[in-house]
T-cell receptor, first 115, second 116 residues
């Protein structure tokens, strides 16, 4: 089965708190890709990151960081010192090699950052 | 460099009418994907097209839905005889997708279809 699970439906934090969004995936493929997208209240989807299954290095981009753990099939996303503008729905997605590029999305985690 | 464009942004149709959703990919991208987002749900893959070809339509409902990506012009997602359950946000994405793998997909702003 190919599946992405984002167990946290909603998270609410106060500004400047750190927050981690969990993502667990299932696939039998040995080559695959993991993505995070942000969907702000305006509704568009903003690409955040793409990782391939061979690269388990953690990545940091400003206040954003990603922790890829192949052993636990997880690709978690941490926002440090959250801001109100981070309020959005965040989607984790799984993609494949040589399957035409379609993505399988998780259900999304709605993050609310309160001032 | 313009992003993925979709129009209309909002579409209201009565039950039984047809809905046509348009998507123009980013410049230089020849691969288009359509996804549907039902209320309170994640995005579900519908169809993957290249110019003049449907590559993967495994996510398309068997009836009433069709998609095309002609040699010239935008990709079209067509829903015939719409029903209330078709109310959703429909997103188009494009990618350069050089090797058949999941490349970055850049999404359009979506078309929000409401069926009354």
């Amino acid at each position: 089965a190919q599946k992405v699970t984002q167990a946290q439906t909603e998270i609410s934090v106060v500004e400047k708190e750190d927050v981690t969004l969990d993502c667990v995936y299932e696939t039998r493929d040995t080559t695959y890709y993991l993505f995070w997208y942000k969907q702000p209240p305006s509704g568009e989807l903003v690409f955040l990151i793409r990782r391939n299954s061979f690269d388990e290095q953690n990545e940091i981009s400003g206040r954003y960081s990603w922790n890829f753990q192949k052993s636990t099939s997880s690709f978690n996303f941490t926002i440090t010192a959250s801001q109100v503008v981070d309020s959005a729905v965040y989607f984790c997605a799984l993609g494949f090699y040589n399957q035409g590029g379609k993505l399988i999305f998780g259900q999304g985690t709605e993050l609310s950052v309160k001032p | 460099n313009a992003g993925v464009m979709q129009n209309p942004r909002h579409l209201v149709r009565r039950r039984g009418q047809e809905a046509r959703l348009r998507c123009s990919p980013m410049k230089g991208h020849s691969h288009v994907y359509w996804y549907r987002q039902l209320p309170e749900e994640g995005l579900k893959f519908m169809v993957y097209l290249q110019k003049e070809n449907i590559i993967d339509e495994s996510g398309m409902p068997k009836e009433r839905f069709s998609a095309e990506f002609p040699k010239e012009g935008p990709s079209i997602l067509r829903i015939q005889q719409v029903v209330r359950g078709d109310s959703a946000a429909y997103f188009c994405a494009s990618s350069p997708n050089m090797d058949g793998s999941s490349y970055e997909q850049y999404f359009g702003p979506g078309t929000r279809l409401t069926v009354t």
